[in-house]
Nanobody
Framework: VQLQASGGGLVQAGGSLRLSCAAS????????IGWFRQAPGKEREMISCISISSSGGRTYYADSVKGRFIISRDNAKNTVVLQMNSLKPEDTAVYYC?????????????????WGQGTQVTVSS
């Protein structure tokens, strides 16, 4: 599967962005999808993921984004969307989506095999 992340940009604090992870070569419904981010000088971190639909489509959110970000599937468009609300300057980072075919409830514990290129999100104060 090939992944393409898009939707990044520059937004003021308190604003919203909608990131999309589009797939080609395979149906995303057969993959767990994770969203990661990496800020300058920091390690990459997982911020959200959604398990394979047959595992119940369980979602995970890091504490730093819980209550502000929402991950969802759009199977008709073969994409996974990350809706980001109430953005903060500390959300500034390059955001990546990744996929894994493991059928497991806890997507946060998976090792993701397929990665898209990143999309830059910049939140100004």
């Amino acid at each position: 599967v090939q992944l393409q992340a898009s939707g990044g940009g520059l937004v003021q604090a308190g604003g919203s962005l909608r990131l999309s992870c589009a797939a080609s070569g395979s149906a995303l419904d057969y993959y767990a999808i994770g969203w990661f981010r990496q800020a300058p000088g920091k390690e990459r971190e997982m911020i959200s993921c959604i398990s394979i639909s047959s595992s119940g489509g369980r979602t995970y959110y890091a504490d730093s984004v819980k209550g502000r970000f929402i991950i969802s599937r759009d199977n008709a468009k073969n994409t996974v969307v990350l809706q980001m609300n109430s953005l903060k300057p500390e959300d500034t980072a390059v955001y990546y989506c990744a996929a894994d075919r493991t059928n497991y409830w806890y997507c946060s514990q998976l090792v993701y095999d397929y990665w898209g290129q990143g999309t830059q999100v910049t939140v100004s104060s």
